[in-house]
């Protein structure tokens, strides 16, 4: 038999089976937290320290404040990425409350929603039955999922499955770990947009715009690869704005291209305005 009981120990097994995408997912949501600014409390206020966090992440530095740090996030290695976590945002809540909303609120009802059609397609009779006992059609997975109050507990054990595997890596690590599938992510977003609501394409919206996402979605990988192959650390400094320039371009990026993606990258601010110099300062510029 098959009941809600059931039901959420196999979300939990569904979970352990993905820890692996879980916490590829952690790693490209912190790409650019690096180049966040790093915040304290200052008489009852968040103002800025002056450094970002990956600047007192490679000094060593802690990224949180003892007074904010949750019980979970507590003694925290300085620069790692549960360090990282306890940073604070401009409203003064913690960075940890953005991934949970960002990470793992999304990757725990997806886990639910997959254990919910691994019973449905294996023991259609017993789906049958829990249905009539959550008092759902199952035409809405969602639905019976929040019926059945799996998330909440299941929200916890995947923290911490996450804090297992990074805790205590430096925060840029974690960073560098996650660039690739950042890209791809980042490039997912920019084709859903490109291509408007699944209803059907926005009004004034044609296949051409639909084509210039996917164009995009091919740079970021090809940016990923010319990152990887640089091997800057995190983000990249203005030091190295005229190797990063080189290496995209000889990855196949046109001028447009870099430009394009160019706000995407982990690079420091300073990086993405030498870049944009060179580019204008270069013969032959195809507008």
């Known amino acids: 038999m098959v009941d809600v009981d059931a039901v959420g120990l196999l979300t939990r097994e569904v979970l352990r089976e993905?820890?692996?995408?879980?916490?590829?997912?952690?790693?490209?949501?912190?790409?650019?937290?690096?180049?966040?600014?790093?915040?304290?409390?200052?008489?009852?206020?968040?103002?800025?320290?002056?450094?970002?966090?990956?600047?007192?992440?490679?000094?060593?530095?802690?990224?949180?404040?003892?007074?904010?740090?949750?019980?979970?996030?507590?003694?925290?290695?300085?620069?790692?990425?549960?360090?990282?976590?306890?940073?604070?945002?401009?409203?003064?809540?913690?960075?940890?409350?953005?991934?949970?909303?960002?990470?793992?609120?999304p990757f725990v009802l997806d886990t639910c929603v997959r254990a919910a059609e691994r019973v449905r397609e294996s023991d259609p009779a017993a789906w049958a039955e829990l249905l009539d006992d959550l008092g759902e059609d199952g035409e809405d997975l969602v639905a019976v999922v929040r019926a059945g109050e799996w998330e909440a507990p299941l929200r916890t054990e995947a923290e911490q499955l996450v804090l297992a595997a990074l805790a205590t890596a430096p925060l840029l690590e974690v960073e560098a770990e996650g660039l690739p599938l950042s890209l791809v992510r980042a490039a997912e977003a920019t084709t859903r947009a490109a291509a408007g609501p699944a209803s059907g394409p926005p009004a004034g919206s044609s296949a051409g715009s639909s084509a210039g996402g996917d164009d995009l979605a091919g740079a970021r990988f090809l940016a990923a690869a010319a990152l990887a192959d640089g091997g800057w650390p995190l983000p990249v400094a203005p030091a190295h704005a005229g190797a990063l320039l080189h290496a995209l371009l000889a990855q196949g990026l046109d001028e447009e291209e870099v430009l394009r993606v160019l706000p995407d990258l982990p690079v420091e601010r300073a990086t993405a305005a030498a870049v944009g110099t060179a580019l204008a300062q270069r013969p032959h510029r195809h507008g």
């Open 18 to 105: 993905r820890t692996g995408d879980l916490v590829a997912e952690a790693c490209a949501w912190s790409v650019g937290v690096s180049d966040q600014p790093h915040r304290v409390r200052r008489h009852g206020r968040v103002v800025d320290s002056g450094l970002t966090l990956g600047a007192r992440a490679a000094a060593g530095l802690p990224l949180s404040g003892e007074e904010d740090a949750r019980l979970e996030l507590g003694d925290a290695r300085p620069g790692s990425f549960q360090d990282a976590l306890g940073a604070l945002t401009p409203s003064g809540a913690m960075l940890a409350d953005r991934f949970e909303r960002e990470v793992v609120d």
